[in-house]
């Protein structure tokens, strides 16, 4: 069933720094999706504010006691094997309260590797001393955004898809996102403020490539919350043009899918009939077809 026996999981990150595109409702469901074809799915809420971890249903992880994705993420990063939250349709890794530092020790630890590349007479030590958990001797590399990608070679589950919810910024946490996934599914929404967003999006994937060794794909577009005026036709053609060679989705408001978000769950795992799980269906069996599985499995 799984081309992935030898080379890990598929990797892909949700992301989109523009707010209230729906990003984290469109990850849970296209997780769902996946679970739905017979796929082991882990997701992690890589947000500082927590949103996917209350749409899976697990509000009160957010205030767990540490060890949390934030010291797998800064410090021993062995530790995210013990976060995973066993579901029925997909294994978790919560966000927690402490991811609110995350992107300051982030920052910190990429200085620290770029001082160690390039030297300039800066003491990696002192920078360390404004740091929580990063020393100089966790950065090995010339940058540090592999945090998430080295935690994730740690976990001794084999999965099918690790799907990966990005914050709704763009800075060294969606980086670490990225450079982890290497592959981007972006949900926006059909308004004329959404091209700026994804122009942002293509300028932080290009200066993270340069940085780094990654080579970032995009897999998709998912255009959110689709409505029938001008303004909507004329962006979904936008979004065709800007990504000729990549699949665009469409997903129109559905007040199941919110209801099915308030429950803790993915649209499958309800019982009330959502025309747009179709939608997800689409997304995730071209997910499938991306990443090279040749086998379904649909879930009862």
């Given at each position: ?145 592999d945090t998430l990608d080295r935690a994730l070679d740690t976990l001794d ?116 009939s959502c025309d747009m799980a179709a939608v997800f269906e689409d997304i ?17």
């Amino acid at each position: 069933m799984n081309r992935q026996s030898e080379t890990g999981p598929a990797r892909f990150c949700v992301t989109n720094a523009k707010g209230g595109t729906g990003k984290t409702t469109i990850a849970i469901n296209v997780a769902g999706a996946l679970n739905d074809r017979g796929r082991d799915v882990l997701f992690i809420d890589l947000d500082p504010q927590g949103n996917a971890t209350e749409g899976v249903g697990l509000v009160e992880e957010y205030d767990a006691e540490p060890p949390t994705l934030f010291d797998a993420l800064t410090g021993d990063p062995s530790a995210l094997g013990d976060l995973v939250v066993e579901g029925e349709e997909m294994d978790v890794i919560p966000s927690s309260i402490d991811m609110l530092q995350a992107e300051h020790e982030l920052t910190i630890a990429d200085l620290i590797a770029r001082v160690n590349a390039r030297g300039g007479g800066v003491d990696p030590d002192a920078l360390a001393s404004f740091a929580i958990n990063v020393t100089p001797e966790m950065v090995t590399g010339t940058h540090a955004l592999d945090t998430l990608d080295r935690a994730l070679d740690t976990l001794d589950r084999a999965y099918d898809y690790v799907v990966i919810d990005c914050p709704p910024f763009y800075g060294k946490l969606t980086d670490t996102g990225m450079y982890a996934a290497q592959n981007v599914l972006i949900p926006a929404l059909t308004e004329a403020t959404s091209e700026r967003a994804i122009e942002l999006l293509m300028d932080q994937t290009a200066a993270m490539e340069r940085q780094t060794d990654a080579s970032i794909r995009t897999l998709g577009v998912v255009a959110n919350r689709v409505e029938t005026t001008s303004e909507d036709e004329t962006m979904l053609e936008w979004f065709n043009m800007a990504f000729p060679d990549s699949p665009v989705w469409e997903v129109r408001k559905r007040v199941a899918l919110q209801r099915a978000f308030s429950s803790g769950q993915s649209v499958f795992a309800t019982e009330e009939s959502c025309d747009m799980a179709a939608v997800f269906e689409d997304i995730a069996a071209e997910l499938d077809e991306q990443f090279g599985f040749t086998e379904t499995e649909v879930t009862a």
